[in-house]
């Protein structure tokens, strides 16, 4: 389980269902369907790649971890931000230099990503299919808009959301902007993802309601404190996708 805390636990998991229409922004990668695993692997192989003589694997990871904060200001999300990411760390603690050969190689990770299908988190076009029955859904996903918008059309859920947002960062100003474009009601519309930093504590500073549905494998940088609430907002903390037909 994700070691993370929860600040203030004003939250009820058994919270009665919401039979009022709801909107339901909903994250992508790691929510719907499995994402980061791909990098772990894909950042395993370089790790072992390099095979670095005076830094252990944990030390390697430690600056790639910093070199990608790094490339997301420069170069957002997305694979060609991690592509980016693994030449700068190579670059960084190689003794040799980078050659074409070496690039080609390096990119290689990157693009074994690319080529992965969607796997689909337990249970989600069912409760999907359920929940777009009884509710207003929003895909919200930042990254890449051809790279996002390609993973909603292949998973095959496209069909179950009313609009597909892909933004370039999640914050409370992104939020702010969608609830506006959308013209919703804060205190019936949730954000419901798996990260912390990017789904929960800035939809629940935007002031709206909030569905944390932790995954085992998030992004070490997605990591964050979850901040909590004040009533009548409302935080849910779910076990698992599926549990959202419970609720809602």
Known sequence: MIPLKIRDRRYDSSVPRFELSQTLLIDADDTLWEN????????????????????????VREILNEVERDCIVSHGYG?????????????????????????????????????????LLADVEKTLEYLAGRHRLVVVTKGDPHEQ??????????KFFSAVEVVPEKDERTYAGVIARHQLAHEHTWMVGNSPRSDINPALRA???????????????????????????KLLVLGSFRELAQHF
């Open 149 to 158: 918008s390609g993973k909603v059309e292949r998973s095959g859920l496209k």
């Open 36 to 59: 980061n695993i791909y990098f772990e692997r894909a950042i395993a192989d370089f790790i072992s790649f390099l095979n670095h003589c005076e830094r252990t694997p944990a030390e």
């Open 207 to 233: 002031g709206i309601n909030a569905v944390f549905v932790p995954h085992n494998d998030t992004w070490i940088l997605e990591h964050e404190d979850v901040i909590g609430c004040e009533p009548p907002q």
């Open 79 to 119: 694979l060609k931000s991690f592509a980016h990411a693994l030449v700068k760390t190579f670059e960084r603690i190689s003794v040799e230099p980078i050659t074409p050969e070496l690039h080609h190689a390096i990119h290689g990770f990157a693009h074994t990503i690319a080529t992965q299908p969607i796997q």
